[in-house]
């Protein structure tokens, strides 16, 4: 249901840079949250996560635009349910599996990264040569679709649990397990998540799309996610960490909805003021 | 890491791919028509197909983690496991109908259209004439009644899928060994709840990507194009359910 059907999309930031921003971004964000986290032993430091999330989710938004463009058929939401479908099982898979086979938690966010590019590259290569949908960047965009929502999943945990500990022996301790999975906050994740994914391009595509106007919708959004799951983790990490993630999440989110404003107005003819409809008395 | 290779369980594999092909299955029966019919310019309920399936096959697995809660604390046998699965297949069947039908009755009552197929001439059902209904223009509008059974056997293939996989990951993640009255932690439960909607949304986007994102019910001609999804779900399932058994059954 895509309304510019065919070529591929063009301009601004290469993809290459996009993806090394949302790879490097959001796994530095997740990285900083949980050893800043540990060092210190508090949980101010959260609030890395939820921009850690923001800047992966920046990237799946970017491959969103580029593999739309071509037109699925399926409606932009699709990819973005798909691309969170592929990356919970990809990134539970990583937590848990430093759990399972004892390994240190660090390593947990780079095997579920690498286990959500083989499930992408795996659906992008059958979508191309099975269901035969033949769009050439189907599986690059695929492999980046799945890698950005497994690292915006596995963030936005780290955000409301302030830990990467998936599971623990320790009964006290807290874990993503109780903290997001348990209280079911994991749901408010998958279906926020994916709007950063997919909400960008599907309220901005069209004739008109430009990059910058269409991620600047990716940020803003994740603001907002970033303020919900601080809402979240209200319960889990205490006042002040949950206080910082929504105020974070908040001026992010003001300052980028305004740019969004202001780069509308620039790519739109013109603006005006009609004032409301006019009453009958007054036609007459 | 021996006894991480022990977690793989054949049995539970299989049964969950088996899950994942039925969903896939089950979408091709979904009449969907997108964008187009929510302006009532195509058969089918106006919106896409990962929103129709989910929407089912969500409800197909809250019924069944219910029937689950009443029976599977003790485990569960294969009567039981089977009346999971109709559990969560008469939830996703209640979810698709009523969606339908009050579709159906906007369509009608409020845009002002017939319900009629443009695929095929007279509706394989009841034999009613279609073509001469269809608006000019339009590639048929509502949900006539092949479709709306059509959609119901959707939300049947759909929901026992989706609980297939629910009860299988249960299983893994509360074996025989941790059973006790008080029944599955509740980690354990919300895991295999989110897990199975994983599942199920990579298997809803691979076969709606294979119709193209609309199709009206087994009577269009795009229902032919099912063993390629099949192929798809089996391997795309095989893919998740080899990840997912191994973590239920890691994690007591």
């Known amino acids: 249901m895509s309304a510019v059907e065919g070529g591929p999309a063009g301009g601004g930031i290469s993809a290459t840079n996009v993806a090394i921003l949302g790879i490097v971004g959001g796994l530095v964000g997740i990285y900083l949250a949980s050893i800043l986290n540990d060092i210190t032993a508090t949980t101010y430091f959260s609030f890395f996560g939820g921009i850690g999330a923001i800047l992966a989710g920046v990237w799946g938004a970017d491959a969103v635009r580029r593999v739309c463009s071509y037109g699925l058929g399926t409606g932009v939401p699709s990819i973005g349910m798909v ?10 898979f990583g937590l848990a599996l430093c759990y399972v086979i004892n390994i240190p938690v660090v390593l947990g966010p780079i095997i579920a990264f690498i286990v959500a590019a083989i499930i992408g590259l795996i659906m992008g290569t059958m979508a191309n040569k099975i269901l035969n949908m033949n769009i050439p960047i189907m599986e690059r965009c695929m492999v980046e679709i799945a890698g950005a929502g497994c690292l915006v999943m596995i963030a ?8 990467l500990v998936f599971e623990s022996h320790v ?9 997001v999975v348990q209280t079911g906050f994991i749901a408010l994740i998958f279906i926020g998540g994916a709007m950063i994914i997919l909400h960008p391009f599907n309220a901005c595509l069209g004739p008109d799309e430009s990059q910058d106007r269409t991620l600047y919708v990716g940020v803003e959004k994740g603001g907002i996610i970033m303020a919900l799951s601080g809402v979240a983790s209200l319960m889990v990490l205490g006042v002040i960490p949950a206080a910082l993630t929504i105020v974070i999440g908040l001026l992010i989110w003001i300052v980028y909805f305004t740019k969004f404003i202001n780069l509308t107005k620039r790519d739109a003819h013109k603006v005006i003021g ?4 006019p009453t009958e008395e007054e036609l007459q | 890491m021996t006894d991480f ?3 793989f369980d054949p049995i539970s594999i299989v049964l969950i791919t088996i899950g994942g092909i039925l969903i896939g299955m089950g979408v091709h029966f979904i009449p969907v028509g997108g964008a187009p019919a929510a302006m009532a310019q195509a058969t089918g309920v106006g919106t896409g197909t990962v929103q129709l399936a989910a929407g089912a096959g969500l409800t197909g697995l809250i019924s069944a983690g219910f029937m689950y809660h009443m029976l599977g604390n003790d485990g569960l046998t294969n009567i039981e496991l089977i009346q999971v699965m109709v559990s969560g297949a008469v939830g996703a069947m209640i979810m698709i109908a009523v969606t339908m039908f009050i579709g159906q ?7 002002g259209v017939p319900p009629v197929s443009a695929k095929v ?14 608006s000019k223009g339009t590639e048929g509008h509502g949900i006539p009644t092949v479709s709306f059974v059509s959609g119901v056997i959707g939300g049947l293939l759909g929901g026992t899928g989706g609980s297939l996989i629910y009860a299988i990951l249960m299983n893994a993640g509360y074996p025989e060994s941790i059973r006790s009255i008080a029944g599955p932690s509740p980690e354990i439960v919300a895991l295999a709840g989110i897990f199975s909607a994983g599942v199920f949304y990579v298997n809803a986007v691979v076969a709606s990507y294979n119709i193209g994102g609309t199709i009206e019910g087994f009577h269009d001609p795009k229902f032919k194009r099912v063993p390629k999804a099949i192929i798809c779900c089996l391997i795309a399932s095989l893919l998740c359910a080899a990840i997912a058994v191994p973590i239920m059954g890691g994690l007591i």
Do not use: E, F, H, R
């Not at chain 1, 009609?274 to 409809?277: R, V």
């Open chain 1, 274 to 277: 009609t004032g409301l409809l």
């Open chain 2, 105 to 111: 009755l906007v369509y009608v009552y409020c845009v």
């Open chain 1, 171 to 179: 009964a006290t301790d807290i874990t993503i397990l109780t903290s």
């Open chain 1, 83 to 92: 691309a969170l479908g592929m990356g919970i099982v990809a990134a539970i």
């Open chain 2, 121 to 134: 001439d007279k509706d394989p059902i009841t034999g009613d004439i279609q073509d001469i209904y269809v």
């Open chain 1, 156 to 163: 936005l945990c780290v955000t409301i649990s302030g830990t």
């Open chain 2, 5 to 7: 290779i022990s977690l």
